[in-house]
């Protein structure tokens, strides 16, 4: 599996699903520009000691990022979307796909997959905009893991 994600601001969180991917055998992929530098302590102590368990790939922008991953099959988390992350059936190998924790995915990338997006169940707020980033990207990695008998796993 692959977690992508597209101009991550805040370090707790990408700490925390830096963590969860080196445990469990997925590649964690981001695309600049960051919110904060690799070396700053908040995303380290987030990530505790896993680091050197963990493949991270590291794009200039989202051109490149395609350019690096041609073919990958992208999913695209999105509070728009009309499926359920649990209606989905992951490949082994998908890019699933997470924006800004304060402005999510740009339109173009939305209108770029219509039919890989999906959405994670919550209260219908004028208040409530989103899940937390890293417990987003928990939710949908461990079905997705799931769907393929946690592969790797114990």
């Known amino acids: 599996m692959n977690i992508v994600l597209y101009q991550p601001e805040i370090p707790q969180n990408t700490g925390n699903i830096a963590r969860t991917c080196a445990l469990t055998n997925t590649k964690l992929h981001l695309i600049k520009p960051l919110g904060f530098s690799l070396d700053e302590k908040h995303l380290k102590r987030a990530g505790l000691d896993y680091w050197d368990l963990l493949e991270l790939a590291v794009y200039e922008d989202w051109e490149d990022f395609l350019s690096k991953n041609a073919g990958a099959e992208i999913?695209?988390?999105?509070?728009?979307?009309?499926?359920?992350?649990?209606?989905?059936?992951?490949?082994?190998?998908?890019?699933?796909?997470?924006?800004?924790?304060?402005?999510?995915?740009?339109a173009e990338i939305h209108d770029a997959y219509p039919h890989s997006r999906f959405r994670i169940p919550m209260k219908?707020?004028?208040?409530?905009?989103?899940?937390?980033?890293?417990?987003?990207?928990?939710?949908v990695l461990f079905e997705a893991l799931r769907q393929h008998g946690f592969p790797e796993l114990v």
Request: charged share 15%.
């Open 124 to 139: 219908n707020h004028p208040r409530a905009r989103s899940l937390n980033l890293a417990n987003s990207v928990n939710i």
């Open 75 to 106: 999913f695209v988390s999105t509070t728009h979307a009309k499926h359920f992350y649990s209606e989905v059936d992951y490949p082994e190998n998908a890019y699933l796909l997470f924006g800004r924790e304060t402005a999510g995915l740009p």
